[in-house]
């Protein structure tokens, strides 16, 4: 099937005049063309279908050698102008300048039913943006990606999504923790799919730049292009826009919160101004409730990324972004009342988001106190997240406080030091609990119903990625697909899967790839 890829983003900003494809600082232009690099034996291992036919690829069209060519780079489709997108960013709370799409190269965008996508291949190769990097991605780090979009997306939460998993035939240097340790691993590319790859760093490049007509033109590109609905004009237009750009941008940390997710390096250029999750880079799902855990060895020790920090470094993101747009505002006022609304709606949201993992949905001045006494609860013994929260619907208003720690008693890692104070703290906590369920106008089975939506059984624990990695690199594909499989309907009860709602085993508290991970990829 021919595809008519659009040119909207490249006709419309400015280019980089050099056509060459060298490392380099590139002003005042959002993108450089370039080509992705030829791989040597491509492979298509995996094809997420759901997203085949989100954006209206035939099964002919996925059976054939041109869409090999394509999802591979092996070959640049006719009217395609493939191109490497330009920012800058804040890293780990530094100002780090130029950084750009360092491993990632622009397809082109298409329409389909009246929706807009740009196809990314992310490995594909160097880019002026690579500073010393290969520009290319390793198969461990794409499946982790691959996986995790979907996975992601089936949960509710926002996020780019991922058509395929290539293998390019190729081998990659790598040192995985950064530690003298370099070896070769086998390469592979993913495509991903994403109204738009436009960040919180694409308007900072501008900014810094002192580049206010540029800044200008990509965010009235922005709004007229994914933003209609924002139809005023002047600074009144670009205050609607930070605005919009705010709420999802909240409404995305409290799925990640609600589902137990730590991006782990929320980096301003890793924040779409879709309010979408992008850039799986160390990323994990909580095992034991620790809202200190980052998994990102980077992160280690100043653990700004930590899972109970990630709506402040939201808000610090828009800070940085709020400066960006001030140029076309010139006005500190508005843009700060969007800000401390910010942090007010999460405080209110986050509260009623927790409430419903608890089949609460009456307002009482209890739950504020409900909630937090919670919290502390799980800090003082190890707890898994998930299966905590889930197992909620088992409560009953008519059980003692007894009768509820037996039922979540399946989440303690280490059940027999559930005694003492801490047993106690959980009896005072569920008698509080039940007391205001009884107070509840749904049913038990209303009830659940609403818990089992918000409450995953199964989620893409790190332990379950690295073992289907280590399968892929011996070329054996099953527990991927199985894990795929999984995770295209996590609140369903899926008895067939019933051995991965258990919580992490003990080989994999440690193990590299199964607790923490680098930014190594």
């Known amino acids: ?32 063309f370039v080509k992705p690099k030829i791989p040597s034996h491509p492979k298509l291992l995996h094809l997420a279908k759901e997203v085949q036919d989100l954006i209206g690829f035939s099964d002919d069209f996925v059976a054939s050698e041109a869409f090999l060519n394509l999802i591979s780079g092996a070959k640049i489709v006719e009217n395609a102008k493939p191109f490497a997108m330009n920012y800058a960013g804040h890293q780990f709370g530094n100002w780090a300048g130029q950084l750009g799409d360092g491993r990632a190269i622009v397809l082109g965008e298409i329409e389909h039913k009246n929706q807009l996508f740009t196809l990314q291949l992310k490995g594909a190769g160097p880019t002026p943006y690579s500073r010393r990097a290969d520009g290319l991605a390793v198969l461990r780090s794409s499946i982790r990606e691959h996986l995790c979009s979907e996975a992601m997306f089936h949960l509710g939460v926002p996020t780019t999504r991922s058509l395929s998993l ?12 950064y530690d003298g340790n370099a070896a070769l691993e086998k390469g ?55 605005k919009t750009v705010a709420k999802k941008t909240r409404q995305l940390l409290l799925h990640w919160q609600r589902v137990g997710f ?48 990630q709506s402040n470094i939201a808000l610090w993101n828009l800070y940085q972004l709020a400066n960006a747009l001030y140029p076309l505002i010139e006005e500190a006022a508005p843009l700060e009342e969007i800000l401390n609304d910010f942090a007010k709606k999460y405080d209110e949201d986050f509260l009623e988001m927790m409430l419903k993992k608890l089949g609460i949905t009456s307002k009482n ?4 106190k409900l909630i937090q006494q919670l ?15 889930r197992n909620f619907n088992r409560m009953e208003k008519t059980d003692t406080s007894e009768a509820c720690v037996a039922k979540i008693t399946d989440a303690f890692y280490k059940p027999e030091e559930v005694t003492g104070i801490i047993l106690e703290t959980w009896h005072f906590w569920f008698a509080h609990y039940v007391t205001l369920l009884n107070k509840e106008v749904l049913s038990n089975n209303e009830r659940k119903t ?34 795929y499989q ?18 992490r085993p003990d080989w994999a508290r440690e193990k590299i790839g199964s607790s923490m991970l680098s930014c190594s990829s």
């Open 1 to 32: 099937m021919p595809i008519s890829f659009l040119h909207k983003f490249t006709a419309t900003l400015p280019s980089d005049p050099i056509e060459e494809n060298f490392t380099r600082q590139v002003n005042h232009a959002a993108f450089s």
């Open 166 to 177: 290539v293998s390019t035939g190729d081998e990659v240097v790598r040192d995985v923790m």
């Open 188 to 242: 592979a590319i993913v495509c991903r799919i994403a109204p738009s790859f436009i960040r919180f760093g694409s308007f900072e490049l501008f900014s810094s730049q002192n580049d206010i007509e540029n800044l200008k033109l990509l965010a009235d590109y922005t709004i007229t292009n994914y933003y209609p609905e924002i139809t005023t004009t002047g600074k009144e237009k670009y205050l609607a826009f930070f």
């Open 262 to 309: 730590v991006h782990g390096v929320m980096n301003t250029d890793n924040m779409s101004i879709h309010g979408i999750t992008i850039d799986y880079g160390p990323y994990g799902w909580l095992e034991d409730y620790n809202p200190n855990w980052t998994p990102n060895t980077t992160d280690a020790t100043g653990k700004r990324y930590r899972f109970g920090n």
């Open 365 to 368: 001045d209890e739950n504020e």
């Open 375 to 389: 919290l502390y609860n799980l800090e003082q013994t190890e707890t898994d997240y998930t299966i905590f929260f």
């Open 450 to 483: 609403l818990q089992n939506s918000v409450n995953p059984k199964y989620v893409l624990r790190n332990y379950m990625a690295q073992m289907a990695i280590e399968l892929a690199e011996k070329e054996d594909y099953s527990l991927l697909n199985e894990l």
């Open 486 to 503: 999984l995770l295209l309907h996590p609140y369903a009860e899926q008895p067939e899967f019933e051995k991965w709602f258990a919580k």
